[in-house]
């Protein structure tokens, strides 16, 4: 999965000359939390966020009248408080890599390019998604977490199990298990019985964490 195939697109941006109490009018209208900002020839100069422009304030702010600090925040603009430094991702960087960059700079998102030029974001909120569907949380069916040795083969006999019972997998992930030399497996599975499955997994893993049947509240 690439970031293009989840980006948001195309992008809402704002110039660089707009007061920041009109960029916070545009976010709450818009309901999103950031905007890259652009110059007059479309190119990518800067990104701000909600919380940028809700600190905006005149530096002699502590000095002067309340009618005084609204009129001097009506003159600052989004050039004042942007970040400068962009990070952004090609929309063929893979969606997994654009979580890391966005977790490691403590960052909520990244403005996607394709060939130098703006084509769209990507935000934690898509991430999120992502990560619903990968597990299936949007489906009822049985959740099931299991322990297994990380050795090869041991995903096959799984989904082996589970297409003889009958069941379809639609949802999974995997992560490092008590040690390094287990991982814990996490399937969202229809179309089969919790008890049969339970009896067709036991003799192919460590242990079962945790099964259950969940249903959607709506």
Do not use: C
Request: hydrophobic content about 45%; glycine content about 8%.
């Amino acid at each position: 999965m690439l970031v293009g195939e989840r980006m948001k697109h195309p992008v809402l941006t704002i110039a660089p000359d707009v007061p920041v109490q009109e960029a916070l009018a545009r976010l709450r209208k818009d309901k999103v939390r950031r905007y890259p900002v652009v110059d007059k020839r479309g190119k990518l100069i800067g990104i701000v966020t909600d919380s940028d422009l809700m600190n905006a304030s005149p530096s002699e702010a502590t000095t002067l009248s309340v009618w005084e600090i609204n009129f001097l925040l009506s003159k600052i603009t989004v050039e004042r408080v942007m970040a400068k430094d962009v990070i952004t991702v090609d929309d063929n960087t893979p969606i997994e890599e654009a979580a890391r960059i966005m977790a490691d700079h403590h960052i909520g998102g990244l403005p996607v390019m394709r060939k130098g030029r703006l084509v769209g974001i990507i935000t934690e909120t898509d991430l999120f998604n992502i990560f619903l569907e990968l597990f299936g949380a949007r489906s009822e069916g049985i959740r099931v977490t299991v322990e297994v040795p990380d050795q090869p083969g041991k995903l096959f006999d799984l989904a082996g199990a589970i297409n003889s019972l009958g069941g379809n997998i639609v949802g999974m992930g995997a992560v490092q298990g008590d040690s390094s030399e287990t991982r814990f497996v996490t399937f969202k599975i229809t179309g089969v019985e919790l008890e049969a499955l339970k009896k067709g997994f036991k003799p192919l893993v460590e242990k079962i964490v945790d099964i259950r049947y969940e249903k959607i509240s709506t």
